[in-house]
């Protein structure tokens, strides 16, 4: 008989998958990350326990190109800065994707809020323009113009914070408790440079990041680097104190009791 795709894969075949994702050379991007002061209310109102605001409001986005080996990726982040148990690190709110295999992989493995979205970062001289849009709506777009090279950093450790959870079957919460996860990356840069610019934040229904206003922009940078990620799970949640926030990761709240019809398949 041929061989049935959709069957058991033996734990030599399993093995060796494990074996061949552990041994992804090093992925370089570029991209366009903007930080700035944003309304502390605003912060804090959008951080599930048992996360906290940080001392400075910071809300940062990243959109870069991501060179994967047989395909490019655009991929974006939009983040306000928190803390827990004494480390400081990024809530992310949305994490727009041009493919689903990267969309995949982050949201049922990490609980990383990824959706499908256009990523976009164009260089003309040294003309920059930077954006994430979905549904038709550019929702965040960096513009500006590279002014000059900065020093390269060292080599650093950055912390963002994910819920990992699964909707009720019954509609009537979740099916276990969430859990805390906290994802570390180190970050090596080859290249950055300043970019004196703006950012826009559009209204959309869908990627509400209007409401995290630019108080006072604290920079724009132009970069290129490479990021080894390892996520662990560092606490069970309250369900319950989780429940008002899980809208984050849906466009719509009603996907959260979206179902087949009875008797449909």
């Known amino acids: 008989m041929a061989r049935v795709r959709y069957g058991a894969r033996s734990e030599a075949e399993i093995a060796a998958a494990r074996a061949a994702s552990a041994r992804l050379p090093d992925i370089w991007s570029t991209g366009v990350v903007a930080l700035w002061e944003s309304d502390p209310d605003a912060v804090a109102a959008v951080l599930p326990p048992p996360l906290k605001p940080t001392a400075r409001p910071l809300v940062r986005v990243n959109i870069s190109k991501v060179d994967l080996p047989g395909y490019p990726l655009g991929a974006g982040s939009f983040a306000v800065a928190a803390a827990h148990d004494g480390i400081e690190g990024w809530y992310p709110l949305v994490m727009p994707m041009t493919h689903e295999r990267a969309l995949t992989g982050g949201r049922e493995v990490f609980g990383e809020p990824k959706k499908l979205g256009e990523v976009t970062v164009e260089r003309d001289g040294l003309v920059v323009r930077a954006a994430l849009a979905r549904h038709g709506i550019a929702f965040v777009e960096v513009r500006g113009a590279v002014s000059g090279d900065l020093p390269l950093p060292e080599p650093s450790r950055k912390t963002d914070f994910y ?4 909707p009720a079957v019954d509609g009537s919460g979740f099916d276990a408790d969430p859990v805390l996860v906290h994802c570390v990356r180190e970050e090596r840069v080859r290249r950055l440079e300043r970019v004196t610019g703006d950012v826009v934040l559009r209204e959309s229904m869908y990627d509400p990041v209007a409401d995290l206003p630019v108080r006072e922009l604290v920079g724009i940078t132009l970069g290129e680097k490479t ?39």
């Not at 819920?163 to 699964?166: I, P, Q, S, T």
């Open 163 to 166: 819920f990992k959870f699964l």
């Open 227 to 265: 990021t080894d990620q390892r996520g662990r799970v560092v606490e069970r949640v309250d369900a319950r104190a989780l429940l008002p926030y899980a809208h984050q990761r849906y466009d719509d709240p009603r996907q959260l009791l979206d179902g087949p019809p009875e008797g449909s398949v």
